[in-house]
């Protein structure tokens, strides 16, 4: 049984490797699906894809849904460097034969001030990205799977262009206290004349009595790899104090932290990214179970 378990994850890795290499090199669009969603998961250093198990788990492995046992309302707010702001809502609903769930990321990028070909004032256009996705997620085994489909606008100024797009995640876990988890983002063609930012994650979590350690391997299509450290310490069973680093970013790189707050079936999460010159960025989360 584990071998043939162990067999069905060695092919799901081998799947999302190969449909990474199909993509091939080339400029990407809507980069604002790099943006990470929660402040759960930014605050952990983006070392998600193995602790993947709440409503934003849309974004980084759907397959994290199959540990929903109510339905949940999950809210984030990012308020991102340059007056970008961001904004996530997803619903989940658990089934008696998987899980459900329905979400939407936009992002507001304000206005920018127009100029001709000679530099001449045009007046003002605003930018946006919205992505709206349905999900869905089961188990087979031990093995937990889920998938993702959207559709993605991008609008600048009038001109608004509109893809399709999807991410398939698997989780395993490997002791009680230990899982591994596997995920490609952004599975889709082009978004225009440019293919969409398709990313390859590899991680593991681990769980001590009341620390968490989780630790992801992130492949972008266009980028060098990079690594994800998180931490999470529960302080009793309403508090927790986060921290996380990642490697090998143009910009992100660096220190994460943030704290969470429980209270019955509510949960109030914040965390603090910084960017360098460019300035912090702080996400706050909501999630309501029901």
């Known amino acids: 049984m584990r071998k043939a378990l162990a067999s069905i994850l060695i092919l799901g890795v081998l799947m999302l490797s190969s449909i990474c290499h199909a993509n091939g090199p080339g400029t990407t669009a809507a980069s604002f699906l790099e943006i990470g969603i929660g402040a759960r998961p930014t605050a952990m250093g983006d070392a998600y894809t193995a602790l993947s198990s709440d409503g934003t788990s ?28 961001q904004g996530y809502l997803s619903f989940a609903l658990p089934l008696s034969h998987g899980c459900v769930a329905l979400g939407t990321n936009y992002v507001d990028m304000g206005k920018i001030d127009g ?8 007046g003002d256009f605003t930018c946006s990205d919205t992505h709206v996705f349905f999900g869905y997620a089961n188990r087979f085994k031990n093995i937990s799977w889920g998938v993702t489909v959207g559709w993605l606008q991008d609008a600048i100024g009038e001109d608004k262009k509109n ?3 999807g991410t398939l995640g698997f989780l395993y876990p490997v002791t009680n206290s230990a899982t591994v988890g596997i995920a490609a ?16 994650r590899a991680g593991v979590s681990a769980k001590f009595e009341n620390i968490t350690l989780a630790h992801d391997v992130v492949k972008p299509k266009d980028d060098e790899m990079y690594y994800c450290f998180g931490a999470e310490w529960d302080l009793g069973s309403s508090f927790a104090l986060r921290a996380g680093y990642k490697t090998n970013q143009d910009i992100g ?27 912090s960025t702080h996400r706050i989360s909501f999630g309501i179970k029901f």
Request: proline share 6%; charged share 20%.
């Open 163 to 165: 893809t399709f797009l």
């Open 115 to 122: 100029r001709d070909e000679m530099g001449n004032p045009t």
């Open 58 to 85: 849309l974004y980084w492995n759907p397959a994290g849904l199959t540990y929903l046992k109510t339905r949940e309302i999950s809210a984030t707010y990012n308020s991102w460097f340059g007056g970008i702001r």
């Open 253 to 279: 790189e660096g220190i994460t932290a943030g704290i969470g707050f429980k209270m019955e079936r509510t949960r109030v999460d914040y965390a603090y990214v910084p960017y360098g010159d460019l300035g």
């Open 185 to 200: 983002q952004n599975i889709g063609s082009r978004l225009g004349e440019d293919p969409l930012p398709l990313t390859l």
